[in-house]
């Protein structure tokens, strides 16, 4: 039987079976609404408090400024659309890294079309952003700034300290997008000077479905959505109790783990990218190469494509991405690796492997094995391949 290697940590993360426990009862024996005023609703209701100060715990934040969400996705829309519309009166500039997650570009394109103006910062060849290149990029009417904590594409962290620091000095609104981040770095809001947040609990290995979004307390917001009083009438809906009830448990775990976690990650990731790199010849790592995650080995293979290697890669057992999981079955080019002024069609040949707490040295080991002869039968199929062979020849 082929060995089967799970290496998409990026795209999600497997549910602990201790979550699992703590959701089980919230489907079925603890069932009542958190908004009914009886004791079935009680038992939910605090249910769903725990769970908010587990989450705040997670990242140094006080239960009442934890907003639960349906998804990392949807606590991005919360903080780029009710956090700009919030401030309108002040001004009407946002400024965004040219590598966010889709879930904040597109929700900035669409403050664009309600009359604010967008800011696209630049990113280095690593992907870093630069607290520099976000002073310059600061107006007098600029009430917004969303720079991501880490890039789930590239891996590459980046110095939310530093310019949160720039951006609160210009009197500005502080986002960070979390989502990859959680669970692999320590993360502390008070630290980190933010005033919003986003997590998904999937990342950290509780259930898809649910997020949340810290909202520093004094901040306003505006809803998305109208028609409830839930989450302080921040996002109304009927909550999610199970998915609420994994989250916290999965947040409240996170912590314990955590050193021991991110040394077992960046032992494997480092072997990844040895291994990798002696068996395979005209690959690009991207990213960068110590200010990443410790879980998150990423590359290009130049003259193939991503797309064909992770289906020959999933015939050996292998699960990994190319790009991020929003894109990765769009056949386009990376915006992140594009910001990155990676060329497009070395960009093409993607790979992503994000290891997590399960993984093993065996089960890199099988990766390395696997991806040579995978990358050799598509280059012998390649065009640009062909094309390289024949000016290498002409060169000689």
Same mark, same amino acid.
């Given at each position: 039987?082929?060995?089967?290697?799970?290496? @998409?940590?990026?795209?999600?993360?497997?549910?602990?079976?201790?979550?699992?426990?703590?959701?089980?009862?919230?489907?079925?024996?603890?069932?009542?609404?958190?908004?009914?005023?009886?004791?079935?609703? @009680?038992?939910?209701?605090?249910?769903?408090?725990?769970?908010?100060?587990?989450?705040?715990?997670?990242?140094?934040?006080?239960?009442?400024?934890?907003?639960?969400?349906?998804?990392?996705?949807?606590?991005?829309?919360?903080?780029?659309?009710?956090?700009?519309?919030?401030?309108?009166?002040?001004?009407?500039?946002?400024?965004?890294?040219?590598?966010?997650?889709?879930?904040?570009?597109?929700?900035?394109?669409?403050?664009?079309?309600?009359?604010?103006?967008?800011?696209?910062?630049?990113?280095?060849?690593?992907?870093?952003?630069?607290?520099?290149?976000?002073?310059?990029?600061?107006?007098?009417?600029?009430?917004?700034?969303?720079?991501?904590?880490?890039?789930?594409?590239?891996?590459?962290?980046?110095?939310?300290?530093?310019?949160?620091?720039?951006?609160?000095?210009?009197?500005?609104?502080?986002?960070?997008?979390?989502?990859?981040?959680?669970?692999?770095?320590?993360?502390?809001?008070?630290?980190?000077?933010? @005033?919003?947040?986003?997590?998904?609990?999937?990342?950290?290995?509780?259930?898809?479905?649910?997020?949340?979004?810290?909202?520093?307390?004094?901040?306003?917001?505006?809803?998305?959505?109208?028609?409830?009083?839930?989450?302080?009438?921040?996002?109304?809906?009927?909550?999610?109790?199970?998915?609420?009830?994994?989250?916290?448990?999965?947040?409240?775990?996170?912590?314990?783990?955590?050193?021991?976690?991110?040394?077992?990650?960046?032992?494997?990731?480092?072997?990844?990218?040895?291994?990798?790199?002696?068996?395979?010849?005209?690959?690009?790592?991207?990213?960068?190469?110590?200010?990443?995650?410790?879980?998150?080995?990423?590359?290009?293979?130049?003259?193939?494509?991503?797309?064909?290697?992770?289906?020959?890669?999933?015939?050996?057992?292998?699960?990994?991405?190319?790009?991020?999981?929003?894109?990765?079955?769009?056949?386009?080019?990376?915006?992140?690796?594009?910001?990155?002024?990676?060329?497009?069609?070395?960009?093409?040949?993607?790979?992503?492997?994000?290891?997590?707490?399960?993984?093993?040295?065996?089960?890199? @080991?099988?990766?390395?094995?696997?991806?040579?002869?995978?990358?050799?039968?598509?280059?012998?199929?390649?065009?640009?391949?062909?094309?390289?062979?024949?000016?290498?020849?002409?060169?000689?």
């Amino acid at each position: 039987m082929t060995r089967q290697v799970y290496m @998409d940590h990026m795209a999600t993360t497997p549910l602990l079976p201790e979550v699992l426990e703590a959701m089980l009862p919230y489907f079925t024996q603890h069932f009542g609404n958190p908004a009914s005023l009886h004791s079935w609703g @009680d038992a939910a209701r605090e249910a769903v408090e725990a769970s908010r100060a587990q989450v705040a715990a997670f990242i140094g934040a006080r239960p009442e400024e934890i907003v639960f969400t349906g998804s990392g996705t949807e606590a991005n829309n919360m903080a780029i659309k009710g956090l700009a519309q919030a401030q309108e009166k002040k001004g009407r500039h946002i400024v965004v890294s040219a590598i966010e997650h889709f879930s904040v570009l597109q929700a900035a394109r669409t403050m664009e079309k309600r009359g604010f103006e967008v800011t696209l910062v630049p990113v280095d060849a690593d992907g870093l952003v630069s607290p520099a290149a976000v002073a310059a990029s600061l107006r007098p009417d600029t009430v917004l700034v969303s720079v991501m904590l880490a890039n789930p594409e590239v891996g590459t962290i980046e110095p939310v300290r530093e310019i949160a620091t720039v951006v609160k000095e210009h009197g500005a609104i502080m986002h960070t997008d979390a989502v990859a981040a959680a669970g692999q770095i320590p993360i502390n809001v008070e630290e980190l000077g933010v @005033d919003a947040l986003s997590l998904a609990a999937c990342q950290f290995y509780g259930p898809k479905g649910v997020g949340a979004l810290y909202l520093r307390r004094g901040v306003r917001l505006i809803p998305l959505m109208d028609g409830g009083v839930q989450e302080g009438g921040r996002r109304p809906g009927t909550d999610n109790v199970p998915g609420i009830v994994g989250m916290g448990r999965a947040a409240a775990l996170a912590p314990a783990r955590l050193p021991q976690y991110a040394e077992h990650l960046q032992s494997l990731r480092e072997r990844l990218f040895t291994g990798i790199t002696a068996s395979v010849e005209h690959i690009l790592i991207t990213g960068h190469r110590q200010q990443r995650l410790p879980g998150h080995a990423s590359f290009c293979v130049r003259f193939i494509e991503g797309e064909a290697m992770l289906m020959l890669l999933d015939a050996r057992g292998v699960a990994c991405s190319s790009g991020s999981a929003c894109t990765s079955r769009a056949l386009k080019t990376s915006h992140v690796l594009t910001a990155m002024n990676v060329p497009a069609e070395t960009a093409q040949g993607s790979l992503v492997f994000s290891l997590g707490l399960d993984n093993t040295a065996e089960d890199v @080991d099988h990766v390395v094995e696997v991806l040579p002869p995978v990358v050799q039968r598509l280059r012998q199929m390649s065009p640009l391949w062909d094309k390289f062979l024949k000016g290498k020849k002409e060169g000689s």
